[in-house]
């Protein structure tokens, strides 16, 4: 199997493995203010690096994000304990959003590729998990962490990266379909949660494919409940965005 040279690629990964090293990709923060003048309020959002006494914080934030919401109960929050520990995983894209003195956001990226019917493979990004505390969604947390992730991947030299999610919403963050860009997900299918996005103009002209996202998304449920006891007990139960996400999932075709 090779890795193609074509234009998901930057200029060598010398080059990106020197930018990912820099202390520019290390540490920083930006603070962003989002204002709601229907409402009458103003939310102060600074966005940084995950650190190491983020970890567990980070994990209550995704797990109160997603629980219930696409499946009962959910393992986005065991999910990311496990991405930051595997090979794929990129830490220099691991963000976090705060607000009024508490973590309010977080998104991560993990490298995967693009595999031709040739086995000919281009390098990418797959964005996930992104979640926001369900008190502050609807505000643009959401949109301000996806627009810095992807502006920092994009100075580091990827030139692409791709998503499952809800098209109507990723749409608005500048995603189209995996199909305009001639992209079938790892079954080799047209699907309407496959999103992506070109980080660099022309990125995706020569690039036609399975999206491959990293073994790490295949989780173990047994590791995940086992993983969920040492959270406090929830109720899972069903509810209607569920049915909706079983929609969306089966919306593919050959």
Request: aromatic share 10%.
């Amino acid at each position: 199997r090779t890795i193609g040279k074509g234009p998901l690629m930057s200029r060598g990964s010398r080059r990106r493995t020197k930018r990912r090293n820099s202390s520019r990709y290390r540490a920083f923060h930006i603070r962003r203010a989002l204002y709601f003048p229907e409402e009458g309020m103003a939310l102060d959002v600074k966005l940084r690096k995950e650190g190491p006494e983020d970890t567990r914080p980070v994990e209550c934030l995704l797990r109160e994000a997603f629980w219930n919401v696409y499946v009962p109960g959910c393992e986005e929050h065991y999910l990311a304990h496990i991405l930051r520990k595997h090979r794929d995983f990129v830490p220099e894209l691991d963000l976090v959003a705060e607000a009024e003195g508490r973590l309010v956001g977080n998104v991560m990226c993990t490298h995967a590729r693009i595999v031709s019917a040739r086995e000919t493979a281009w390098e990418t990004l797959c964005l996930g998990p992104l979640g926001v505390l369900p008190e502050y969604q609807r505000y643009g947390v959401g949109r301000i962490l996806v627009e810095r992730v992807t502006t920092l991947a994009s100075e580091m030299g990827f030139g692409s990266i791709f998503l499952y999610g809800d098209p109507s919403y990723y749409r608005r963050l500048g995603f189209l379909p995996g199909e305009q860009f001639g992209i079938r997900n790892g079954e080799g299918q047209w699907a309407a949660a496959l999103q992506g996005r070109e980080l660099r103009p022309g990125a995706l002209e020569k690039v036609e494919g399975r999206f491959l996202e990293s073994e790490a998304f295949r989780t173990d449920p047994e590791a995940a409940a086992r993983f969920d006891r040492t959270f406090p007990e929830r109720e899972k139960k069903w509810l209607p965005s569920q049915d909706l996400f079983l929609e969306l999932v089966n919306m593919v075709r050959q």
